[in-house]
């Protein structure tokens, strides 16, 4: 659902096609219990979206599809390849309605290849990106990451759909565009890749160590589960540090003359360092070292994020009004256009909730004709 997201933010009119026999992953949490439409997960995801319900099992339903792909822009999928060939939606079908559609088809492993045909959620892509061997502590297992790679995958999407707008623009023509959710998290290793390509070695886990920084790591401070994020990238950021700890004879010690030498003796400056973040809470710490121009940040929870008052007063957070769920908080537009503001018009659509705009109002169907399609089980 996210370069949807992101494409309606920016004033693309969506229309999610969505069936009852198979629900979207995010009406299926925990906290929809009985009810599709109980999700704050699938309203954060699905802001200014419209809803028709359709049984795509049924050839008409499959038409209807078709018409509305005659009067769109964009098509987004994300099934394994195939299966939108066998609806009779693939690219080459919904082309011949639309030559210039742009259709996005995002899976696993792309389109084409030996693997083309396995499933995948993110732990999947987290694998075989190679980001996960790369991420966690040199004596435990990679690390895996969920959520955070699928928003990732879909803004690879959206910048790839932007790109094919514009050139349906200079050439009148549209595309298709074959989205591989694992090579989309590979870009991100692009330093691994080079490093063994120029050097022969291969990158390992190392924590939060950065091989060209110290200290640079997560440190424990004064609360339960309280950490601080600490960056020192160069010599005035080092002695800002040791002013701002209190510990001027720090810059004197030899051990922690130069780059280089903090980093060969990092266990021991992790040490120091830590020794005075646990006496201060994330805030202070955080605060009295930026002071000092050190990149410093507490790490943050979901509770920490929705009382932060930097985010609060960028706007970041926003209050939507859903129909079965009251005023939810959703996160926002993350840009801020001077000129074409991003926009939430409208809380995530309840299951089917534009059918009868979608087929009457759009399409122009008789609402008998609908109701009969109800009756049908072609919409539902």
Known sequence: PFPSLLCGFLGAQVIKVESWAQLDAARRTPYARDNPDNSPAFNSINVNKLSVQLNLKEP??????????????????????GVMDRLGLGYQQLSRINSGIIMASISAAGSAGPESSYPGYAP?????????????????????????????????????????????????????????????????????LMDYTMNGRVTHRRGNQEEAMSPHGCYRCEGEDAWLTVAVGNQQDWEGLCRATGHPEWMLDPRFADTLLRYTNRDALDGLLESWTQQHSPELAAVTLQGYGVAAAPSMSGRDLLKDPHLGARGVWQEVEHPIMGVQLVPGPPWRLSETPATIRSPGPLLGQQNHWTLVELLGEPPEQVEKWVEQGIVY
């Not at 008409?60 to 394994?80: F, G, P, Q, W, Y």
């Not at 959520?147 to 690879?156: H, I, K, M």
């Not at 094919?164 to 330093?191: K, P």
């Open 124 to 192: 999947a892509f987290n694998a075989l990106s190679g980001l996960g061997h790369m991420t966690g502590y040199a004596d435990g297992p990679p690390g895996e990451l969920h959520d955070s790679l699928d928003a990732r995958v879909g803004s690879t999407a959206a910048f790839a759909i932007l790109s094919a707008l514009f050139h349906r623009l200079r050439t009148g023509r549209g595309q298709l565009i074959d989205v591989s959710s694992r090579e989309s998290i590979t870009m991100a290793c692009a330093e691994a």
């Open 60 to 81: 008409k339903a499959v038409t209807l599809v078709h018409r509305l792909t005659a009067i769109s822009d964009v098509v987004v999928e994300n099934m394994r390849p």
